[in-house]
């Protein structure tokens, strides 16, 4: 196919028109052919939009019954762009948070440290942890993680005798204690110990082991979760943006750890909603009635605030979860009903699906977008000989 791409990419450039190209597996061996071939322009002087068809079209060896559908899918590729709608902003400074089994999470975050400042909540069986102080590390039960992407809050109760902050790794300890009972994630296994505190003697220059130390609740903020964990923190069929859990899986893990290296700087989506308080079923004069976009939605995006209905809006938070520093909240009610957090939501459009009032509809795309595709597949692929809409559907 390079000979015909070359006359496109020629005929395009003497029409001032775009090039549309239905393969995006091969997007850089048709970048280069652009800039190898003789008159055509560069893709800064005339675009070249890339869609993927293949995965949506069927087969080629059932080229017969899929041809009006391919026909349909590149006409609906080329249709404007919808009309801008506001957009909901992320911001990452690329502090990551990898919560897991000691040697595992000291293992993800070696592969990620070059790129981000990484911070380390061991949890579980440890096993050995770094004997450098290269980063950020703690012991601990996560209690509580909330937020999205650039906002994550994580609380986590740290029981242990030994402050890893105190301890300098030089193992004194570990050789003083008769019993074996701290091994080399510096920690006590209480259930061991003896009491014989020759630990204690031998740390007393650092101070860093203290018996009569209570429980201490830490809360720190960070852009980027990795959690190797067996159970997510968070139990929604979406994941919040940011937060990744492959578990014990290494090939997630790798897609994981290659996602969050390129992770950093500012991020924008579309703003999927649009909420109208005033025509809202959830409440009035203060009583619950129709709740049905928050038991649908699988991001957990939308939540009651029954109270405020009708009433005038003021500084809200979501699950406790305060807002991006230097970024203003945006939520979605103007005076109680239902808030739906943009940040969480994923354009799903569950939501409006269930709304027997039509408060909570698509933003983006909106209804006339939608419609204009779907006339412009549909008509396309009956001009092309399709007649099964099933097959165009699926």
């Known amino acids: 196919e390079a000979p015909a791409f070359q006359r496109a990419a020629k005929s395009t450039t003497a029409s001032g028109d775009e090039l549309l190209v239905a393969c ?6 048709f970048l280069e052919l652009n800039a190898a071939t003789e008159g055509a322009a560069s893709v800064e002087q005339r675009p070249i939009h890339f869609v993927n068809i293949r ?3 069927g087969w080629s060896r059932d080229r017969a019954p899929n041809t009006p559908k391919i026909a349909a899918l590149i006409a609906a590729a080329q249709l404007p762009a919808p009309e801008p709608v506001p957009v909901v902003s992320y911001r990452s400074a690329g502090r990551c948070l990898v919560i897991g089994a000691g040697e595992a999470a ?3 975050a070696a592969m990620l440290e070059d790129k981000l400042d990484v911070s380390v909540l061991v949890e579980g069986s440890s096993g050995a942890i770094a004997q450098t102080h290269g980063r950020a590390t ?3 039960r996560l209690t509580r993680l909330t937020g999205w992407l650039g906002a994550f809050d994580a609380t986590w109760q740290s029981h242990n005798p030994i402050d890893l902050d105190l301890c300098t790794r030089c193992n004194a300890c570990v050789d003083a204690c008769p019993e074996g009972a701290i091994g080399l994630d510096y920690q006590v296994d209480l259930a061991a110990c003896k009491s014989h505190r020759d630990c204690t003697r031998v740390c ?3 101070g860093a082991i203290d018996f009569a130390r209570p429980p201490q609740d830490h809360e720190e903020r960070f852009d980027l979760v990795l959690d ?3 159970a997510p923190a968070f139990g929604m069929h979406q994941l919040p943006q940011g937060y990744f859990h492959p578990g014990r899986d290494d090939a997630a893990l790798a897609q994981a750890v290659l996602a969050l290296r390129e992770m950093t700087g500012e991020f924008e989506k579309p703003k999927f909603f649009r909420y109208n308080a005033k025509i809202c079923a959830h409440s009035r004069n203060e009583q619950v009635g129709c709740d049905a976009c928050i038991e649908v939605c699988s991001a957990r995006a939308i939540r009651s605030d029954a109270s405020r209905k009708g009433k005038t809006a003021g500084k809200s938070q979501f699950h406790g979860v305060a807002a991006t520093p230097g970024v203003s909240p945006v939520l979605a009610n103007a005076g109680g009903g239902v808030v739906v957090e ?3 939501c994923v354009g799903c459009g569950a939501c409006s699906t269930v709304c027997p009032t039509g408060a909570m509809a698509f ?5 006339v977008d939608l419609g204009k595709r779907i006339r412009t597949m549909l008509g396309t692929y009956q001009q092309a000989g399709g007649r099964d809409v099933a097959l165009l559907l699926h």
């Open 24 to 29: 995006t597996q091969e997007r850089r061996l």
């Open 55 to 57: 995965e949506a079209a």
């Open 106 to 108: 000291e293992r993800a």
């Open 138 to 140: 703690a012991i601990g």
């Open 204 to 206: 007393d220059a650092a």
């Open 228 to 230: 190797l964990r067996p």
């Open 342 to 344: 943009p940040h969480l």
């Open 363 to 367: 933003g983006y795309p909106d209804a």
